[in-house]
């Protein structure tokens, strides 16, 4: 037990502490808390929540992805010193466009807040008036194009300018669309197969018709050639999320493309407070964070990344099929989340559980484990875990499957 005298002297000795003791406004609680080094704390231990292993893959409900040593160190270092927020993001804009080889780049609140912010440049140009005046987009152009099978949940961030959608299948039905009203056509990489139009196509349109296009690629690096491609392939804008595969800050991504729409967009961003993007502030830890979780990616051995997370998938794989009545499926989604994915299926008759129950068992065990699935399987990567959870996991599925 640490004696009174002595916690007294730790604490006036921390500042903010110090300044509270004898104030009674330092319970014995708080007092505990901040005589314990931060490295001893287990906050989520202490907050009574269960930390796990992230067999699923890059989930917003799960916290993303794990950031390294050297990305929160420059996110703690950014806490330490003020800057000029505008001077910061111009100077890591430049940065980041001579990384990528493209004209320009922002640090925006992950993708969704590139996919906003993105668009309100395109509809404002640098007219502060209209800048103030959104969300009403009455008297400038306000639709959007997006192709039907594009037309996911993740489009809230266009309408939230105040813009509308407008939904087309085929070529022809695009150019019949375009008015004056006309905005940007807007391309959603995943969803690539369910489109008519392919990528190529869709910029050559929009250059026919002087409108600026987007890709939302916020899932789309593996492979890290795609930070480059479609900046290069003639799109507009580009939308990438911060803490999918880069593994920077969960809430930065990056907005990549022509440096007069970005510089249009950083109108509507934070220290501006009278614009739809106040709320979409990214300060200089996520900043720092972002960037030098991008430095990283761009430095990483991606060849023998990928043998690692195929070696990982098969050694859970074959934990797997060790269980009798077991099948399992290796496959690699070829647009987003491009990384080795495994299926795991079994007969119901020799396997006496349910996928769903199996799944719940994995996330109720030591370690808790998190997967994902459906009523015919359980779906797992492996690439947002640390190495070694692997053969957790791969011990946790076969006893699962083998206890029914
Ligand atoms: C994850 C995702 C988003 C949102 O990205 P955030 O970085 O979380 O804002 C948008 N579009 C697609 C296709 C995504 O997968």
């Not at 395109?122 to 152009?141: F, H, S």
């Not at 809230?156 to 105040?162: D, I, K, P, S, Y």
């Not at 359980?378 to 875990?385: A, D, P, Y």
Request: charged share 25%.
């Amino acid at each position: 037990m640490i004696s009174r005298r002595k916690l007294l002297k730790t604490l006036s000795s921390v500042p903010v502490m110090g300044g509270l003791v004898g104030t009674g406004l330092l319970t014995p609680q708080l007092m505990k808390a901040a005589v314990a080094q931060p490295a001893e704390r287990n906050f989520f231990k202490e907050l009574g929540l269960r930390t796990f292993i992230n067999a699923a893959g890059t989930y917003t409900s799960m916290t993303g992805s794990l950031m390294s040593k050297e990305v929160t160190s420059a996110i703690a270092y950014g806490a330490t010193e003020y800057v000029n927020l505008d001077q910061l993001h111009d100077k890591v804009g430049e940065r980041i466009a001579e990384l990528l080889e493209c004209e320009y780049a922002t640090v925006s609140s992950g993708a969704f807040g590139a996919m906003t912010i993105g668009l309100a440049g395109v509809i404002c140009g640098m007219d502060e008036e209209k800048v103030a005046q959104l969300p009403d987009t009455n008297g400038l152009k306000n639709e959007v194009i997006v192709q039907e099978g594009h037309n996911i949940g993740y489009t809230h961030a266009l309408t939230n300018t105040g813009a509308k959608l407008v939904k087309v299948k085929t070529a022809k039905e695009l150019e019949k669309a375009i008015n004056k009203k006309t905005a940007m056509l807007w391309f959603l990489n995943a969803n690539t197969e369910e489109g008519e139009i392919n990528r190529e196509e869709f910029v050559a349109l929009g250059k026919k018709h002087g409108i600026p296009t987007f890709i939302d690629c916020a899932a789309d690096v593996p492979p890290v050639e795609n930070l480059f491609k479609f900046t290069k392939m003639g799109f507009d804008l580009v939308a990438f999320s911060g803490g999918k595969g880069i593994r920077g800050p969960q809430s930065a991504g990056l907005l990549l493309g022509k440096r007069k729409y970005i510089e249009a967009a950083r109108l509507h961003t934070p220290p501006r407070g009278t614009t739809i993007a106040r709320g979409m502030k990214v300060n200089k830890e996520e900043v720092l964070g972002m960037l030098v979780a991008l430095e990283l990616y761009l430095a990483k051995d991606h060849k023998k990344e990928w043998e690692l997370w195929e070696n990982q998938i098969k050694l859970i794989s074959d934990s797997a099929l060790s269980v009798e009545g077991v099948q399992t499926e290796i496959h690699v989604p070829p647009h987003a989340n491009h990384v080795p994915s495994l299926r795991i299926k079994w007969d119901a008759k020799k396997v006496k559980i349910s996928p769903a129950d199996a799944r719940k068992k994995l996330m109720d065990g030591h370690p808790a484990i998190a997967t994902v699935g459906n009523d015919e399987m359980i779906g797992m990567t492996t690439w947002m875990m640390e190495p070694g959870q692997e053969r957790t996991v791969a011990k946790r599925i076969k006893e699962v499957l083998s206890s029914t």
